[in-house]
Each structure stands twice: as structure tokens, then as C-alpha cells.
């Protein structure tokens, strides 16, 4: 009787002790997958003293319309790959990091496009960024870079974003090379405010100072052409007079030929 009364009590034990642990598991699991919904979006611009391309307002926004609002919906059912993909096909957008925390809080890291040129054609502005993936000017914000106008060979629909067409190419890196020239060279870079297409080929280039034409010509020996340009900027014009010259040709090997009072005055380099 007494072995009888020890086995139901130890029975009853076993049975009690098992109800609370899947009662404690089912609460522990329950709390856990209350930690796994997704509470709120936090968007940081990794890049935002350069270039105000994207806000984190936009971005949220976008989250939020790719399929319907994420603040409430469980983690395993969010798609951060796809999230990443979506975002990264804004033209603005170079690359972006989304993840999730342990507490539900979704955390996106921007980086921006960062062009160095502005191309305007007859499909409409563009940037070219410094991967010369070219993107649409955007209504919020205005990079400002040296603008390239006149007779451009590209073919540009309007709204295109993404890298050249092959036959594109070859101007394309060449005019970046003039671009990323300036963007090293911060000196230039605040100088030169246009360059224009010539029907031709040639580059030519308006300082922000001064109404002196530039003509750069084909972009190639860059670095040699702006030393020139230094040469006449230091040691002819301050000795001749600024007001005297209305063009200086670098395109020369060898020499720099200033017009004059509508006649030209070739100079041989020293």
C-alpha cells in the first residue's frame, strides 16, 4: 500500500514537473517570437555631408511600399536580400545593408552614388558617378560638378541609368578621366565650371573667373595640358594683362598658342 501511494505520488510529480516545463517552453517560445517581430526601421545615410541624393524618409518609404509596411510583420517573413536588391536599383543608391537585430529593429545603411560629372544631352541630364555608372539628375537635390554640354555622343533615353553601351565606352572613360582629374586636382575642380563639346571633339572649358576661352582638345595627356594651363595662368597673363587674351590653346604639343586681339600669339613651352 505504501510502495502503491510512492508510485502515484512520484507519477504525479513527473506529470506536474512535465506540465510546467512545456508550459515554460511554450511561454519561452512565445516571448522569443515576440522578439523576432520586426518593431521599427532605422535608416542611416553613411554618406550624407557629400551628396543629399536619398533621405532616410524616402528610403523608409520604399521599404514600406515593396510589400507593405514592415513594423509589425514577423522577421521570418521579411526578405533582406530582396530589400537590398530594391534599393540598390535606385539610381542614387550605390549600395545598402539592411539587417535585423535581435530586438526587432531593422537597421539600413546607405551609401550614395557619387558623380563626378554632369553630362546634358537631348535625352536629359545625367551624372556619370565615379564607376561611370550614369544616373538621372534628381529633383531634390543638385550635385555640383562640372557640367559637359554641347555635341555629346551618346544616345540617351531619358530616365536611363546604368553603365554605357559598348560603342559608348571609349568616350565615356575618357571624358572621366578629365573628370577624375578634376576631382584629384581640387584647385581646377573649383576652377573649371563647363566644358563644351566642339562639333569636332575638341573640349573646351570655362573657368569660373574670367571670360578666357580653354581650349583643352581631345581629353588625353591631361596632366600635361594643365601644367599649360598653370604656366599661362602664372607667368603669361600676369605679365601681359588678364583683359588681353579671349582664348588659350593647349591642344599643342609643346607650345601654348593664346589669341590675342583676334590674333594668335604662339608661345613654346620653357
Known amino acids: 500500500m505504501f510502495k502503491r501511494i510512492l508510485t502515484y505520488t512520484g507519477i504525479t510529480l513527473l506529470v506536474a514537473m512535465a506540465a510546467a516545463y512545456f508550459c515554460f517552453a511554450a511561454r519561452l517560445f512565445a516571448d522569443k517570437s515576440g522578439e523576432r517581430i520586426c518593431k521599427m526601421v532605422s ?4 554618406d550624407s555631408t557629400l551628396n ?10 520604399l521599404i514600406n511600399e515593396y510589400d507593405g509596411p514592415v513594423a509589425g ?7 533582406l536580400g530582396n530589400l537590398e536588391l530594391m534599393l540598390n536599383r535606385r539610381s542614387a543608391i550605390r549600395e545598402s545593408q539592411v539587417s535585423l537585430t535581435r530586438d526587432g529593429l531593422m537597421k539600413v545603411e546607405i551609401t550614395q552614388r557619387r558623380p563626378l560629372l554632369r553630362i546634358e544631352t537631348s535625352g536629359g541630364g545625367f551624372y556619370i558617378d565615379e564607376f561611370e555608372y550614369i544616373f538621372p539628375l534628381s529633383e531634390s537635390f543638385t550635385s555640383y560638378v562640372p557640367v559637359v554640354s554641347g555635341h555629346i555622343p551618346l544616345d540617351l533615353n531619358a530616365g536611363f541609368r546604368g553603365e554605357a553601351e559598348d560603342e559608348d565606352t571609349p568616350w565615356i572613360t575618357k571624358i572621366m578621366e578629365l573628370g577624375r582629374f578634376l576631382n584629384e586636382n581640387p584647385f581646377w575642380g573649383a576652377m573649371i565650371e563647363q566644358i563644351y563639346v566642339a ?12 571670360e578666357i ?36 590653346n ?19 613651352e620653357s
Open 250 to 268: 593647349l591642344k599643342y604639343k609643346g607650345q601654348i598658342v593664346c589669341k590675342l586681339n583676334n590674333t594668335p600669339l604662339k608661345i613654346k
Open 213 to 248: 576661352k580653354i581650349i583643352l582638345g581631345r581629353p588625353d595627356d591631361i596632366e600635361q595640358k594643365f601644367r599649360k594651363l598653370l604656366a599661362f595662368y602664372r607667368n603669361i597673363a600676369p605679365e601681359k594683362g588678364w583683359t588681353r587674351y579671349c582664348e588659350v
Open 199 to 210: 562639333e569636332n571633339g575638341d573640349l573646351i572649358l570655362s573657368p569660373k573667373v574670367g
Open 73 to 79: 510583420k514577423s522577421c521570418d517573413n521579411i526578405n
Open 43 to 46: 535608416v542611416e545615410i553613411l
Open 52 to 61: 543629399k541624393f536619398v533621405s532616410k524618409e524616402e528610403v523608409v518609404k
